[in-house]
């Protein structure tokens, strides 16, 4: 993911296909601190396009976000530093 300092954000562009994806975002590159869905939940915690989510710290393999994308495109990924949100959009 690329940094914004003027944002305060991280963004990464996605080439997705239809399908479930699942995902959280990590603090260090080696996974000590994520950001997921809080819940335990092998299904992830469905999140929508261009609807700001919050994140949490809480421990745990199955915190992951899920993403059903309905079409092909580029999808935009973005975490917000400072309140530990993220969005989805669409190109």
Same mark, same amino acid.
């Given at each position: ?63 992951? !976000? ?19 949100? !993220? ?5």
């Amino acid at each position: 993911m690329l940094y914004d300092s003027e944002k305060r954000c991280f963004d990464v562009w996605y080439n997705l296909t239809p399908g479930n994806y699942q995902f959280k975002f990590d603090a260090y590159c080696d996974w000590t601190l994520s950001y997921g869905s809080g819940e335990e939940n092998t299904a992830g915690k469905t999140v929508s396009l261009r609807k700001k989510m919050q994140t949490s710290t809480e421990k745990g393999e199955n915190t992951n !976000f899920l993403f059903t994308p309905s079409s092909s495109g580029k999808y935009r990924f973005t975490f917000y530093e400072g309140d530990k949100t !993220f969005m989805i959009t669409q190109e």
